[in-house]
C-alpha cells in the first residue's frame, strides 16, 4: 500500500502484526490545510445553496440567463466540494481489506510522493491467501486448472494438498518454469517449501 499524494507522515496507527478491517484507517499525512479547505468548500456550499434556493422560488420573475448563473454558483460550489473531499481522502491511507499488517516502512515524520509512491505498509487477509507454485514448461499441456497439488512448507513435516485455481499464461524465460496459484490458508508470508502436481491421478 502507497500514498497516492504527497506529504509528511503525521500518525501512523497501526504496527507489523496489527490486526485490521478495511477501512481502518492506517496512516495519516498532515493536512490540517486540506481540512480548512474542505470546510471553507461546506461554507461555499450552503451558502450557494441558500441563494438558489431564493431565486429558484422567483424563477418565474427573473432573467433566465440571472437564474443560471445562481444555478452555476451551487453546482461549481458542490463539485468543489467533492473535490476537496477527495483530496483530503488521499492523505488518509486506509485498509483495502481485513488484514494482518506484516512489514511497515515508514515512520511519523517521514516524506512520501505521489510521483515516486513509496511501500508503507504491506497487509495480508487472514482469511484469503495463496501458494505460488512454478512447474516446468515441459509439463504446460498436462498441467491444468483443477488438478490436486500435495506439498509440503519448510519446518513443517505434515503433507498439505489443495487444487490449482489458476495457471499464469506466460513461461518465464530465464528459468522456463510456469506459474500457479492454490488457494491455502493458515500461512504466514514468504514460505518456501516443494511439493507435486497429481496428474490424472497420478
Same mark, same amino acid.
Given at each position: 500500500?502507497?500514498?497516492?499524494?504527497?506529504?509528511?507522515?503525521?500518525?501512523?496507527?497501526?504496527?507489523?502484526?496489527?490486526?485490521?478491517?478495511?477501512?481502518?484507517?492506517?496512516?495519516?499525512?498532515?493536512?490540517?490545510?486540506? =481540512?480548512?479547505? @474542505? !470546510?471553507?468548500?461546506?461554507?461555499?456550499? +450552503?451558502?450557494? &445553496?441558500?441563494?438558489?434556493?431564493?431565486?429558484? %422560488? *422567483?424563477?418565474?420573475?427573473?432573467?433566465?440567463?440571472?437564474?443560471?448563473?445562481?444555478?452555476?454558483?451551487?453546482?461549481?460550489?458542490?463539485?468543489?466540494?467533492?473535490?476537496?473531499?477527495?483530496?483530503?481522502?488521499?492523505?488518509?491511507?486506509?485498509?483495502?481489506?481485513?488484514?494482518?499488517?506484516?512489514?511497515?516502512?515508514?515512520?511519523?515524520?517521514?516524506?512520501?510522493?505521489?510521483?515516486?509512491?513509496?511501500?508503507?505498509?504491506?497487509?495480508?487477509?487472514?482469511?484469503?491467501? =495463496?501458494?505460488? @507454485? !512454478?512447474?516446468?514448461?515441459?509439463?504446460? +499441456?498436462?498441467? &491444468?486448472?483443477?488438478?490436486?497439488?500435495?506439498? %509440503? *512448507?519448510?519446518?513443517?513435516?505434515?503433507?498439505?494438498?489443495?487444487?490449482?485455481?489458476?495457471?499464469?499464461?506466460?513461461?518465464?524465460?530465464?528459468?522456463?518454469?510456469?506459474?500457479?496459484?492454490?488457494?491455502?490458508?493458515?500461512?504466514?508470508?514468504?514460505?518456501?517449501?516443494?511439493?507435486?502436481?497429481?496428474?490424472?491421478?497420478?
Amino acid at each position: 500500500m502507497t500514498f497516492s499524494s504527497s506529504g509528511i507522515v503525521k500518525d501512523i496507527s497501526v504496527d507489523v502484526s496489527s490486526v485490521v478491517k478495511k477501512g481502518d484507517s492506517l496512516a495519516t499525512l498532515e493536512n490540517d490545510d486540506l =481540512k480548512a479547505m @474542505l !470546510e471553507i468548500s461546506k461554507t461555499a456550499v +450552503k451558502y450557494a &445553496k441558500l441563494d438558489y434556493d431564493r431565486q429558484l %422560488k *422567483v424563477k418565474n420573475m427573473i432573467d433566465k440567463s440571472k437564474f443560471d448563473s445562481y444555478a452555476y454558483k451551487y453546482e461549481n460550489a458542490k463539485a468543489q466540494l467533492i473535490y476537496q473531499k477527495s483530496i483530503l481522502d488521499k492523505s488518509i491511507l486506509k485498509a483495502p481489506f481485513d488484514g494482518v499488517i506484516y512489514e511497515k516502512s515508514v515512520e511519523a515524520g517521514d516524506v512520501v510522493s505521489g510521483m515516486n509512491p513509496k511501500t508503507i505498509f504491506k497487509i495480508q487477509s487472514k482469511t484469503k491467501q =495463496k501458494l505460488v @507454485l !512454478e512447474f516446468d514448461q515441459n509439463y504446460w +499441456k498436462d498441467i &491444468k486448472e483443477g488438478q490436486l497439488f500435495k506439498y %509440503k *512448507v519448510d519446518g513443517d513435516k505434515e503433507v498439505y494438498e489443495g487444487k490449482i485455481s489458476k495457471i499464469y499464461p506466460y513461461s518465464n524465460i530465464k528459468n522456463r518454469k510456469i506459474k500457479a496459484e492454490v488457494a491455502v490458508s493458515g500461512f504466514i508470508v514468504g514460505l518456501f517449501g516443494d511439493g507435486y502436481i497429481l496428474n490424472n491421478g497420478k
